[in-house]
C-alpha cells in the first residue's frame, strides 16, 4: 500500500509539471477552454493569468525529491503521543464509572 500511495503521490507530481510545462499562457490552450476557464467577467482581477515565471525553472538535484521530513523519531514520537491520549481517555472513564 506504501509503494502504492508513493507512485501516485509521484505520479501526480509528474503530471501537474507536465502541464505546467506545455502551456506557457492563455494562447496556448484550446481556445474553447480558454473562453470557459478565462473569462474576464469571472476571474478575480488579481488572478494571474500570463506565463508562469517558474516555466523555465531547472532544479539544480533531479528529482525525486524528498517532500517533507519525515522520520521513524517523529513516528514513534507521534504513535507514543496517541497511546498516552487513548490511554488517559481510557482511564478518566474509568475512575468516572467507579466513581458514579
Excluded at 525529491?65 to 478518566?92: F, M, P, T, V
Aim: positive net charge; aromatic residues 8%.
Amino acid at each position: 500500500m506504501k509503494k502504492l500511495s508513493k507512485f501516485a503521490l509521484a505520479a501526480g507530481f509528474l503530471a501537474l509539471g507536465a502541464i505546467n510545462v506545455h502551456a506557457e499562457g492563455i494562447d496556448e490552450i484550446n481556445p474553447d477552454v480558454a473562453a470557459r476557464l478565462y473569462n474576464p467577467d469571472m476571474l478575480d482581477p488579481a488572478q494571474p493569468i500570463g506565463p508562469s515565471a517558474w516555466r523555465d525553472f531547472v532544479a539544480k538535484n533531479p528529482p525525486p525529491w524528498k517532500i517533507g521530513y519525515a522520520s521513524s523519531y517523529a513516528r514513534q514520537h507521534l504513535a507514543r503521543r496517541c497511546d498516552e491520549r487513548a490511554s488517559e481517555r481510557h482511564h478518566s472513564r474509568v475512575e468516572r464509572a467507579r466513581t458514579a
